[in-house]
Structure formats: structure tokens, C-alpha cells
């Protein structure tokens, strides 16, 4: 199967499994933007991180699929909460009004906090088709990439270092934890579905921090060359807020061979895995560095 | 040992551990924001009921108390979210400025959402002192407990009933998932630390609904009878945004009668628990029922 149909067929697999992880029912308004925060929209990178991760490591795709929602919940989330006023004040996601725009500011709240607890419930499921040990460590990697010592605490760096003039050591660290941390942990949370040696889970560690870094230079340089109906989200908007970015600190060809850096580096911790089964974690990386949205 | 004696005795503990559990260092201010959010004030009511669990299941203090620590930082979290202008605006919460107004909308937004994500890797200790199975059944209780068929839930009905004329089984219906999820959940965490038989489960389990229904009956009855130096809070803040509560809807007698009936329902359900040690547990309801704060 070539890399498009792969994808694809990832991607439906994991609209549908969304779909039924989130809830629907009596708290009608909830629900509704919740749905709506995570639904019809997005690249979905990080579950098929997670689902490629896990079938390079020998597990089936039905094992890891309440990893790969769980961690696309955070994910949503996490653009709700930032798109509201008193953050970056965005009015469109995903070619959408954003969720406040659409449900008011204290249903996103609301629906951004719902959305945090559903994820961990999505690792829990109660019909016992994922161990109790495998859920409690899918668990604690979640919860520490989303946390203060992962998304949340790159979120604080960002809205603290608006204006100041970061060097590429600050802002490198504070993309590894706003994005970076999300997705190296939805990495390691394909590969905890079997026991690794520690030197592949490194390696795939590895893999994960370098492909997180480059999907960040690679978000810097299309805020500066693409246009919104393309990003599906404002465009220049990182200028515009006056927010340091690998582009504003480094130019546009650097930029570009930074990532292009990166990308070789993520490939090269792949071939130190010594997993047969990785061409679909290569070509994500290639995905990841090559997109034009 | 009597009541208030071991109420100060915990309190300590908790305090000490909570202080323990929070993150301290390089994000500097989203982890102040989140210390202050938690340290330093209330009355640690969810705490106090997983571990006065855990001991009249024979479990230890030491084994309940990251699930002490997780419950209060989810009610903290939920605290700093709900105070925020989009949703109740207010200003003063346990006698201080509430987050945002001492950090900011956007740092209170961070700070709440890295509480919950906090809650949850604390019920994970990377140390090996709780069983990789008790953490995953805590995770997910806390996680349906917090989230649209719990706390989230509750808040979203109650955001849409402002103004409304909500019968009393509605306004059960919202308070037992707006406050009394996480307190009923408090419970089943600390009954959780041992293997129970389903009928002293189920009887906890009462306990826990009764006695978190009758903590906002009684939170109904202070908003109209205490002031703001008592609370802590500012009071009459139901009355003024038009929000139908168990006084409003029954008077303030029948209210009261509501509460000790409930409180009587808490009793009985301890008594059928067939546990012997269960003192604490039905002091809690007590303290609850009657205070005056």
C-alpha cells in the first residue's frame, strides 16, 4: 500500500473510533462543542504517529486506538483553550469559526476542560480491552506531555516571551515542550503497547523529539508563506503578535535547512531503532517536513 | 483521638503533600499560579474523604494520599476556571484575589488546565508506590468524575439554566454531577486502595452521592445566610445572577429539613457498609452538613 492510502485509511479509522469516544447525550450543549472541537477537521498527526509507532512495534492497530484518540482529544483541547480572547483571540480553525466564536466563551472553556478528562477516560476503557498497566502508563505519559512539564508549561514560556527577543536555545526549548512534548509522547505511547528494549525506545524517543522540532520550523516558515485558506487558520499571525520564530530569528533559508536537519535527524534515530517494520514513521517525517499546510 | 484533633492532623498531611506534588521551577510562572490556585486555603473537604476512606477500608494514608492530591487539584482546577469573567467573574475565593485576578485571564486559563493534567500524574508516581493497577482504576474514576458525565457536565447544565425555572429534580440532576461527582468519586478513590465486595462498594458509594448532595444543598443555604468574611467568597452571588438553588426553590426551612434528611441517608448508608472503623467518615457528614463555611 503506497503512503496516501495508508493514510487514508488511518485517517477513517480514527475519524470513526473519535467519534465514538466522545461523548453524546443528555449535556446536550457540551457534547455538541466538544464534537465539534474535534471532529471534520485536522491532519490528525498525532494518532497516526501513535498507530505507525505501534504497528512498527508489532501491536495492532485496535490496541493503540484509545492512545491515538486520547491524544488528538489533548490536542483539540489545546487549540480551544488557545484560540479563546485572553490568548491568541483567533476566530478561525481548521476553515471553522473557532469553538467561543460558535458555542461562546464559557462553553469552550468548558468544552477545552471536558475534553482534557475525556481523553484520560479514553485510555481507560471499561470493557478490558487494554490492560490495566498498559492504560495506567499511557496514562502518565500523557499526563506529563500535557502537563506543566510538557504543553501547558510551553504554553506559559510562549505567552511569557511575547516582545523578547528569545535566542534559538529559548525558543527551541519552549517548542519542545508546546508541541514537541504532545508529540514525542503520542510516540512513545505507540510503543508502549509491547515491551521494548531500552535502546529502541530511546531511538524511537529520539525520533519523536526531532520530528516534533521540525513540525515547529515548519509551522514558522508556512505562518510566513502560505495564506489562510491554505493553513485553514490565520495566516502572519505569529508576526503580527510579535512572537519570536525560527524564521524571524534565523531567515527563511535557514529556516528550511533547519528543518531539512531535523528530518535527517529523525531518519537516522528510525535506523537506529533496528525495527524492520518503520517506513510509515520515514514517511511521516517526510509528511511532516514537506507539507504545505 | 477525637474529630477535630484528627481533622487537624490530616489537614497537615495533606497540605504537606499537596505542596509536594505541585511542580516548582523553570516555567516560573504557571507554576506559581498553579501553587497559589491549590496551597494556602480550603477546607480540603475531598482529601479528608479519601483518606477517612482508606482508613475505614484499613488501607493506608500513605497509599491513598496522591488520590487526596489528585481530587484537590481537579476541585482547584475547576475553581480557577469557574471564577474567570467568562464564567462567574468573580474576584475573591477563599479570602484571596482569585488567579486571574492576580495573573492574568491567560495564565489562569494555563494554570487551571496544568492542574488537571497534574491530577492525574500525581495518581501516578514514577516511584513505584502504588500499583500500576490502583492508578489506572483512580484515573478513571477521577476522569468520569471530572468530565461531561461529571463536574464539566454539571457546569455546562448549570451555565444554561441561569434564568431558568428549574424543578427539583433538575436541579438535583445538576448539582449531583457539578459538585457531587467528584465528592462521591473522593470516596470511591479511597475505597478503591483495597479489594471490596460489591455490596460494601455500593453502600460507599451512597454515602458518597448523599453526602455530596447535601454539602450544596448547604452551600445553597450559606449563599444566603453567611457573609463574604465568613465564606471566604462572595456570597448572595446566586441570588444576583439568577440562579435557581435548593433555597430558592424550596425556602430556606424546607432546605434545612433536606439537609438532615440527607445527612440521616449518609448515616445509613455508613451503618450497611458493615465496616467497623467508619467513625471519620460519618464525622465528615456531620462536619458538612453543619458548617458554617
Redesign the interface.
Request: hydrophobic share 45%.
Given at each position: 500500500m503506497d503512503f496516501n492510502a495508508w493514510l487514508a485509511q488511518q485517517h477513517t479509522e480514527v475519524e470513526l473510533a473519535l467519534s465514538r469516544a466522545l461523548?453524546e447525550g443528555?449535556?446536550a450543549?457540551?457534547?455538541q462543542a466538544?464534537r465539534y472541537a474535534v471532529l471534520g477537521g485536522g491532519k490528525r498527526l498525532r494518532p497516526l504517529l501513535v498507530l505507525a509507532t505501534a504497528q512498527a512495534v508489532g501491536a495492532s492497530t485496535a490496541l493503540a486506538m484509545p492512545a491515538a484518540c486520547a491524544v488528538e482529544m489533548i490536542h483539540a483541547?489545546?487549540l480551544v483553550?488557545d484560540d479563546?480572547p485572553?490568548?491568541d483571540n483567533d476566530v478561525l480553525r481548521r476553515g471553522k469559526p473557532t469553538v467561543h466564536v460558535r458555542f461562546?466563551?464559557?462553553?469552550a472553556?468548558?468544552a477545552?476542560?471536558?475534553l482534557?478528562?475525556?481523553a484520560?477516560?479514553t485510555?481507560?476503557p471499561?470493557d478490558g480491552s487494554v490492560p490495566?498497566?498498559l492504560?495506567?502508563?499511557w496514562?502518565?505519559l500523557?499526563?506529563?506531555a500535557?502537563?506543566?512539564?510538557?504543553m501547558?508549561?510551553g504554553?506559559?514560556?510562549d505567552?511569557?516571551s511575547v516582545g523578547l527577543a528569545l535566542d534559538q536555545t529559548a525558543l527551541t526549548q519552549m517548542h519542545r515542550?508546546k508541541t514537541g512534548a504532545l508529540l514525542q509522547a503520542s510516540v512513545m505511547m505507540g510503543a508502549t503497547c509491547v515491551e521494548l528494549s531500552d535502546a529502541k525506545t530511546q531511538a524511537l524517543s529520539r525520533y519523536g523529539a526531532a520530528l516534533g522540532l521540525a513540525f515547529q520550523v515548519v509551522d514558522d516558515i508556512l505562518d510566513v508563506t502560505a495564506n489562510a485558506s491554505t493553513l485553514g487558520k490565520t495566516a502572519g499571525k505569529d508576526a503580527a503578535n510579535d512572537k519570536p520564530t525560527f524564521v524571524s530569528l534565523m531567515g527563511l533559508t535557514q529556516a528550511q535547512a533547519h528543518a531539512n536537519a531535523l528530518l535527517d535527524e529523525a531518519h537516522q534515530a528510525l535506523a537506529h531503532t533496528g525495527l524492520p517494520a518503520v517506513e510509515r514513521l520515514h514517511q511521516l517525517a517526510d509528511w511532516v517536513t514537506r507539507r504545505s499546510h
Open positions: 461523548p443528555s449535556s450543549d457540551l457534547c466538544m483541547y489545546s483553550h479563546m485572553c490568548m461562546g466563551q464559557a462553553s472553556l468548558l477545552g476542560d471536558a482534557q478528562a475525556q484520560f477516560e485510555l481507560l471499561e490495566l498497566t492504560s495506567a502508563r496514562c502518565r500523557l499526563a506529563v500535557s502537563g506543566a512539564r510538557g501547558a508549561g504554553q506559559a514560556i505567552l511569557s515542550l
